[in-house]
């Protein structure tokens, strides 16, 4: 290696070096390549590990530039060649062992996504990409993933796929923290997501709809390195979940040590926000790797509110001065610590171990709706049970409840695949994921318990558990019949589910002296988890699936996929796709799949209890109201029954296209049928002669209820939607140009049960979420200066607030956001970047209706209502 090559300045050049050894020459052999689409300097580390050579380049010359696939058995030289096309980098040296690039002085166009991204979401296949696979896929590279204000992989996936939508809703009482998200207009809990390709486990949180989905803000987003969509029906693939697609984060596994630091405010001068990350990557000598990844946030709360007319009123009338706002309306506070780990051993020349896992803890406050001494007489008033006692002696100007939680989230999984370079392929893997969410109540009070109430409060906690097995293997067939190898690809799983609910403290569900007088039992705004709530219930099934790929033909793809699971809860599941692809011409394409999916009910939602606990001012007796488990006795007698999945049928049928180098882009159309799916009943009242006859007839349990509701198979759904995608990247002028769109029109229609039985119902249901989406984005790189834009656009959609004399409508129209941000590369270590999301600092039409609670922007908006949020980054590689 020539001392010239050392001598040139450190701040210019970053050498990424490999360990393997070999003292074998080019031309001499060849060796079997699998290297994905990436950065390409990640792609070089990747190519010196499977090469078995070291290799030096500049870093700082290739910077943002993706490489092409590299699959199959071929020459170092050859794939070498491969990798470096489109590229501004030569070979400079090469001995065998060790190889020298430098710089070119010709520059090639850059290579288009659609030739370059090998994605391996919905498919078995070893080297599908966004134009080749048979359904649409959208993959975004690391700097994709980052390119948001926010650390939560929630709201930056409503920056990337437009028909991704997250909805706030502050006062909520656990969503405005574990944010309820759709796909394709359907509930976060009908999309997959995947960790590396294994499932990963939902959120402990059980919304009052019935919906249990995953809580995306647990995975730590400087921690990603790649993310693929895919935008289309794998429950036939991956089972449960996947009616609406599929997400897998992919861990990034880059070598080297990389960090940032971001903070940001709304121009409002609120929810400011500190975050930092830091990744070590680590190539061993013998192929395997070890990357680790922490990072945290901290975020402010926001307040866009305006005072309550009940609170001025109160004011003027006592002469008492209360909080202006008395309650905000806005994001909470949060704070965030979450980890990451990816590594890799091979124990063989065709055998590697493997292990990553994800691990966090958070927590956040928000206030909930103000108590008026004027109005609350089920808090403020003096009673015979506490003579001389009245909750103004301790909240004279009101009280605003604070509601937290603390959660703790892991996911891990370890196993060993093998087969490398061979025509089988397998992996075995065990898995395990828990969420525990503890929810707090702050400056509130039970009333019943008079002058002995505390006023903060431990509600209790529920557990989300996750236990699976997987075996899977993938079979090349080589026939002398097709032009390629049949992908067979099968495997079986099992997997245990289980769902706990820890009661809280005594004060938080009491039901106190008080109660017989009036006064509200349990932590006012959020009664605790009382021990007839609590309990563990848990659900096994075991799966078993065939997924078989094959070329008919040189330009005719056809894929066949079934899976059978047998849940201990219902019995089996039988779901099974059918794809297919033809190449009309090397750059045009007609794809199209049916596939039928299913939602099996979890734990939570087949015997948890929500109940609210009272005393009875006439006959002194304790009751309870609320949700009770499809198993329990007296919700059976009701007609309660055990839920069965949530099944589904989609259709879809599209284009995908690219022209030349620059250009690719697709368009598809789908339908999602889904039927029998979950919905909280009618509200039953028990009736004194009907509690006598249920106790005669052994319900002993029904005396202590008023009113029950629970969970049933209620409804069916239509679903139709467009997506519309286009990319575009490609030398422009001195520099290079990166632009895509993606449109979606996405509509679902209630057909059968309560939901399209009442208008109000059906209003909300059909038209609370936007219908048409797009994002726009534009990118412009010239030397060390980067320029990005995008434009976010919503569509109209509808909110209603309810009164006495019914509820009201009020239609939102189509609103736009530009996002914007100026990076420059000191040198190729350090780069500093200054943005804004919301540039424009536009906000939506205020909500006529809602402000009598203090709310100016909806609390249902599917987009953030908080003006322009101002941010400045700091980028450090080693």
Partial sequence: MSAKFYHRPLTAIALAAATIHTPAAWAQSTSQFAIPSQPLADALTLFSRQAGVQIFFPAQDIAGLRSPPVAGRMSRQQALSKLLAGSPLALRKDDGKTIILGKSENRNPPVSQADSDIVVTGTRDR???????????????????????????????????????????????????????????????????????????????????????????????????????????????????AIAGVINVILDKKAGFSAYAQGSSYTAGDGVQGQGGLHYGYVAGNGGHLALTAEFTRTGATSRSAQRPDAITFTNSTGIAVNNPVQRWGNPSVGALKFAVDAALPVSETIEAYSFATAGQSHGWADINWRNPSTQTSVYKTVAAFPGWNASQIYPNGFTPSEGIKARDVQSVAGLRGGKGKALNWDLAASYGSNATNFYLNHSINASLGPNSPTSFHLGRNVQQEF???????????????????????GAERRVETFRIRAGEYASYAVGAGAAYGLAGGANGFPGFAPNQAGSWSQKSYAGYLDIEAKLAPTWTVEAAMRDEHFDSFGNNF????????????????????????????????????????????????????????????????????????TSKTMRGGVVWKAGRA?????????????????????????????????????????????????????????????????????????????????????????????????????LFEQRIPKQNAVINLGYKLGRWQLNTRA????????????????????????????????????????????????????????????????????NAPYDTNGANIYGRLDLTF
């Fill in 468 to 490: 699976n097995l997987t075996a899977d293997a993938v079979y090349r067939w080589n026939t002398d019949v097709l032009p390629e190898p049949v992908n067979i690809a099968f």
């Fill in 575 to 646: 779901t099974y796709k059918l794809a297919s692809r033809l190449e009309l011409t090397s750059s045009f394409a007609l794809r199209g799949s049916f596939a039928t999916g299913f939602k099996a009910p979890t734990p939570a939602q087949l015997y948890s209890t929500s109940t609210t606990q009272g005393l009875d001012t006439t006959t002194l007796l304790l009751y309870t109201t609320g949700r009770l488990g499809t198993d329990n006795a007296v919700a059976r007698y009701f007609g309660a029954k055990a839920l069965t999945p949530e």
């Fill in 127 to 241: 080297a599908q990409t966004t134009f080749t696979a048979l359904s649409p896929v959208d993959s975004f590279s690391r700097e994709q993933t980052r390119s948001t204000v926010t650390s939560r992989l929630d709201e930056t996936l409503t920056s990337l796929v437009p028909g991704f939508a997250v909805r706030r809703l502050p006062a909520s009482d656990g969503p405005e923290f574990i944010r309820p998200a759709t796909m394709n207009g359907l509930d976060g809990d009908k999309t997959l997501v995947m960790l590396n390709g294994k499932r990963f486990h939902r959120s402990a949180f059980l919304n009052s709809g019935g919906t249990q989905a995953v809580d995306l803000a647990q995975i730590p987003n400087f921690a990603i390195g790649k993310l693929e969509v895919l935008r289309d029906g794998a429950s036939a693939q991956y089972g449960s979940d």
């Fill in 792 to 859: 976010r656009y919503y569509g109209p959609w509808t909110d209603s607030s309810g009164n006495a004399a019914g509820d009201i409508f009020q239609r939102f129209g189509g609103i736009t956001f530009f996002d914007a941000s100026l990076a420059f590369r000191l040198n190729d270590r350090v780069q500093m970047k200054l943005g804004a999301e919301n540039l424009l600092d536009t906000y939506p039409a205020k909500a006529t209706y809602q402000a009598s609670r203090g709310i100016v922007y909806s609390r």
């Fill in 663 to 763: 250009l690719s882009g697709s368009l598809d159309a789908f339908q999602i049928n889904v039927d029998n799916r979950f919905s909280l009943s009618s509200n039953y009242t028990l009736t004194s002669a009907l509690k006598t006859q249920l106790v005669a007839a052994g319900l002993a349990q029904a005396a202590d209820y008023t009113s029950i509701s629970f969970f049933t198979n209620d409804y069916s759904t239509r679903t139709r939607g467009v997506d519309f995608n286009l990319a575009y990247l490609d030398r422009m002028g001195p520099g290079d140009l990166n632009a895509s769109l993606a449109l979606s029109f996405i509509e679902t229609k209630a057909e059968t049960g309560s939901v399209s039985a009442s208008a109000t119902t059906r209003i």
